[in-house]
């Protein structure tokens, strides 16, 4: 080959290699360009999210605040304390009077079953010692299937008690955070005229079920016994007093759950007097 081809094939070579180079920069350059824009592009798009966050927590907070607002309670006025008071104590009377008529509504209920009289202890004990104890519990049974018959006609003297709150003592009543205050303030300001009211009731049902028979039997066996003080109790009065107090203590835990419990408010107007 002549010195002149060689020359210039040395001079061509030269050439193309610095073109290529270029070529290769300028395609690197291109891709540069490409990926900033998209990382421009993908940049840019986050601001749209952090609107939607905010319009979406402001959102949530305007849906609190209405909430908020809406559980405000208007101030309960007088007739609505006094009404809604009287509906609540006479719910509890008449499920509590039904449960305490009930077969064993008494004698099986350990919080309200009435007892030996305490008075004449002495004459279940030595009754006892006679190997009499099923007269002393045939007379207990007797005692309590009593209350339960006279449970049944306890409801006109209660309800009567209930319509004589005033207007003022409703309204406190009704706001009380006391479970039972209705119970307690009722109890407190009628049970001497209810259990008055209560005994021939209670009699009567004491006859009809045989424990005024019973307990007359007991009694005239222990004052036969030497020696021993002779005992003349009365049984109405016991009677009339302990089925008085179960019937209250059942009103009392039936007030309870209309406070506590929405489900037990059986009307609207409880709901509102006793909603939180």
Do not use: C
Not at 96 to 113: H, K, L, M, V
Not at 192 to 209: C, G, H, N, R, V
Not at 213 to 238: D, G, S, W
């Amino acid at each position: 080959m002549s010195t002149f081809r060689i020359l210039t094939l040395a001079l061509t070579l030269g050439m193309a290699t610095p073109l290529a180079v270029q070529a290769q920069t300028k395609t690197t350059a291109k891709k540069t360009t490409t990926t900033t824009k998209k990382a421009t592009t993908t940049t840019a798009k986050k601001p749209a999210a952090k609107t939607t966050t905010t319009t979406k927590t402001t959102t949530a907070k305007t849906a609190v605040a209405a909430a908020a607002a809406a559980v405000v309670k208007t101030p309960l006025t007088d007739a609505e304390a006094n009404n809604g008071l009287k509906e609540a104590l006479t719910q509890s009377i008449n499920r509590s009077i039904e449960q305490a008529s009930a077969t064993d509504g008494f004698n099986a209920n350990t919080d309200i079953r009435i007892p030996f009289p305490p008075e004449a202890e002495l004459v279940a004990a030595t009754m006892r010692k006679l190997r009499l104890g099923a007269l002393v519990d045939n007379f207990e049974v007797a005692l309590n299937r009593s209350a339960e018959s006279a449970a049944k006609e306890a409801a006109p003297i209660f309800l009567g008690a209930v319509q004589n709150i005033s207007f003022q003592d409703a309204l406190g009543l009704a706001t009380s955070k006391e479970e039972d205050a209705a119970t307690t303030f009722l109890y407190g300001k009628t049970a001497d005229q209810l259990k008055t009211a209560f005994q021939p009731i209670i009699q009567q049902s004491l006859e009809q079920t045989g424990a005024t028979k019973l307990y007359a039997e007991m009694v005239a066996r222990y004052n036969k016994i030497p020696l021993v003080t002779k005992l003349e109790p009365q049984l109405t009065p016991y009677a009339s007093q302990k089925t008085v107090d179960g019937l209250f203590t059942l009103v009392a835990a039936e007030e309870a759950k209309i406070r506590a419990n929405p489900a037990a408010r059986g009307s609207e107007l409880l709901k509102r007097v006793f909603g939180k």
